[in-house]
């Protein structure tokens, strides 16, 4: 279905070229914007004022020639106004729009515009094997996990890459601390975790910055795992195994799905793709190590920055891996779009792989996209860095089960009747809801403050209040026990009120917002949006009686198409709903 912005500024631009057709062609186009007082109109046409100056008439005048080469617009406004220096005003006609939501509910799209399919890889989550994992790993496990979702409801092909870091020096110093302290995992008689794992890269850590002996074997470890000697590999896939399952078990829980393709897939790729950029002429040898210097990278002294996509020592790293990584996926996977989803900090390094991949002739900018989705930090409450009451990272999986657990507290308090059974599964979706839903309505480039205690209250822009507002329509739809289908097949949908309309009409915006959020990947503006959705409702359920009244079927179906947006809408965020709370 087209949005309503699209079909005014289709309805626009043709009364431009109609009105003024001595006009150049690109400058015909009508701009368009949602009004921001739903009073003034629902829609406002600023083209007026752009366009006098080269008509050389005054942009009330132009409005008025705009205004009345208007085709068809009877039927879909019920006024259309100037306003201040000449912007055109547009007020949908109740009778249009309530036919619009009509065609809405029967849509599957509900609304929305699928656009041409396109292949997009978005690369998320991606943890560290056996490293510490920390809250940063949710915020992209969350955000690009909404994404994926948003881009499958519009119907593209989305690939789903967990660039999990599992190659690199770290396993040179974990071998070689297993080897002294585990030697029975290594063996594979005894079994052991993921957070094991993590406690005996620490001691590696730091055996390995004390101990000169302990670095000398640790390097040793690495060449022998780089040129796959079988019992180095056989240790790096148990390390990776272990990692994996706990892994494995948050995306379970958050319910992520989500492929591996870590670091070691592209490392065949190597080589060939250093050659390449050799023989390409962007590679400069500097301190021993081939380095990309590119346009306009400084580090902090100003001196330019370059990516080393090889070391002095003939050694691979994270820049190599990411410049094969963007090769595969343009050349492999043939990507129209590709996405990767890190905290801020790295938000330079992606910006280089990209001017690097351009320069290389690799990513050309007229026929796909490269964009890195950065992400601020999590705070605590003392506005610091994250971290758990002992001082520790937190694990990321205890900060999923302390969010169940409070949500738990709070659902025994207020439901004390309720079954323990119904409290547990309550307790997980409104936990888990609250932590995804707390994450993504900030916008995500700023820094957040984590907070069991906010996230989890029933007011405010919260997910029990997005939650609360879909119970409340089923609770409706209970009591006045009518048979949804037949409602919706013998009756009609006829906004009056003034909350009806303004309810509907910001149910008909859905499709207006997805495009948006499509184009800027900002899942905060679809929060927004449903927690909007969620009060405009309120508001209509506080004026407007459903049950027993005349208006009842097309109350009940403006409930219907509300409750099945909110519920897209959260689904699309990655939130659960509940029938009954
Ligand atoms: N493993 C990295 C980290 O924990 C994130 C990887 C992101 N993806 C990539 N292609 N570099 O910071």
Redesign the pocket.
Known sequence: MQTLLHLLQRKCSDAIVSAFEQLPKEEARAELTPSSQEEFGHYQCNSALRLSKSLKLSPRVVAQKIIDALDGIKDVCAKVEIAGPGFINFTIAPSFLSHELERQLKDPLLGAVREEKQRIVV?FS???IAKELHVG?LRSTIIGDCLCRLFEFLGHDVLRLN???DWGTQFGMLITYMKQFALDVLSGKEKTSLESLMGWYRAAKKQFDEDPAFQKHSKMEVVALQSGNPESMKAWKLICDVSRKGFQEIYDLLGVRIQERGESFYNPMLKTVVKELEEKGLVTISDGAKCIFLEGFKNREGMPLPLMIQKSDGGFN?DTT?MA?IWHRIFVEKADRVI?V?DNG?SLHFQMIYAAAEKAGWLDKNRMKAEHVGFGLVLGMDGKKFKTRSGDTEKLIDLIYGGIEEAKKILQEKMPEAPKKEIEHLAKVIGIDAIKYADLSCQRIKDYTFSYERMLRFEGNTAVFLLYAYVRISGIKRKIDADMKQVLAMNRLELAHPSEISLGLHLRRFGELLESVEKELLPNRLADYLYELAEKFNAFYRDCRIEGTSEEASRLILSELTARILKQGLEILGLETIDRM
């Open positions: 690369d991606s943890p560290n790993h660039h999990v870091g994270y990411d990584a990767v890190t790295q």
